[in-house]
């Protein structure tokens, strides 16, 4: 087997360093094995992706001196594919409408009869005020709007899913995925889990948000599937997020790559980098004279 990895930034904003040592071990991993680097950029967000960012993506990673191969995955393209996806949860009546804003959700979350508010890998947990209405007796897939996995019933207890997990023993049923890396508390090596505690956990996650026809979760599963990515090198952030995508992996009948998760590069005060840290864009290195060998050693590699 050909080791396939990917760095997939979106164009919202200057690399900085985290990222730098984000795409340089997934380069240098597959390369180290004689297997294929490539480059995804994820600009599903169109009111905030810039083609002067993009450019700039190209420009800083071959400053780097990473190569990738061509041609490069830009998900601006992929809608088709992603709008298949969902109909495909749609005519299982795994997906619903869900027409709350973040206000709602925090409002539902906090009611008395609530209890804690609980968090999962992309907030609150969705308290489930808009799951009915898959019941409504609408089969057409809405045009535009925020779609949710019906995370009970995506995970239900028939056969099938069943089968795509290996079966249930003593009311748990397992589901698992590699990890090369480390999670945020050292776990590694083979990585199980109970999907029965996932709609407490993770709840209804959003495939689709309106205006963008496809969310983060969704597309970052097909697209892996698509370039055939064999090792998913990504921060520590995302390790909780795998799996939501291992059961996405189950629902559509994708294969489970391996993951490595890497520690994230922080400011001085352990704050995790962002896009709008100027100060430590690859950029700014590169504008005061540091050398691609310098930020290898900045980042410890």
């Known amino acids: 087997m050909t080791i396939r990895t990917r760095f997939a930034p979106s164009p919202t904003g200057p690399l900085h360093i985290g990222h730098a040592y984000s795409a340089i071990l997934a380069h240098d991993m597959a390369r180290a094995q004689g297997g294929d680097f490539l480059l995804r950029i994820e600009d599903i967000d169109r009111s905030r992706a810039r083609p002067e960012w993009e450019d700039e993506i190209y420009d800083d990673l071959r400053w780097l001196g990473l190569a990738w191969e061509e041609p490069v995955f830009r998900q601006s393209d992929r809608l088709p594919a992603y709008r298949q996806a969902l109909k495909t949860l749609w005519n299982g009546d795994l997906l619903f409408e869900c027409t709350c804003n973040r206000r709602d959700i925090l409002e539902a979350a906090s009611a008395p009869q609530e209890g804690a508010i609980s968090y ?179 980042v410890g590699l």
Not at 123 to 136: A, E
Not at 254 to 275: C, D, F, Q, S, V
């Open 120 to 298: 999962g890998p992309d907030g609150i947990v969705y308290p489930g005020t808009c799951r009915d209405k898959r019941h409504w007796g609408r089969r057409d897939l809405p045009e535009d709007a925020t779609l949710r996995l019906a995370m009970t019933d995506a995970i239900g207890t028939g056969a099938d899913f069943d089968h795509r997990i290996g079966a249930p023993e003593a009311g748990v049923r397992l589901a698992h995925f590699d990890e090369t890396g480390q999670g945020p508390e050292g776990q590694t090596g083979r990585i199980e889990f109970d999907v029965h505690a996932l709609p407490r956990t993770v709840g209804d996650v959003v495939l689709a948000r309106k205006g963008m026809g496809t969310s983060y979760h969704l597309s970052v599963v097909l697209d892996d599937a698509a370039q055939a990515i064999t090792h998913v090198v990504r921060g520590q952030d995302l390790f909780e997020a795998t799996m939501i995508h291992v059961v996405l992996q189950r629902l559509l009948g994708l294969p489970t790559p391996t993951y490595h998760h890497h520690r994230l590069i922080r400011n001085e005060t352990g704050k995790r980098l962002a896009k709008r840290d100027d100060a430590r864009a690859i950029r700014t290195y590169r504008d005061e004279g540091a050398t691609p060998d310098d930020i290898r050693r900045m």
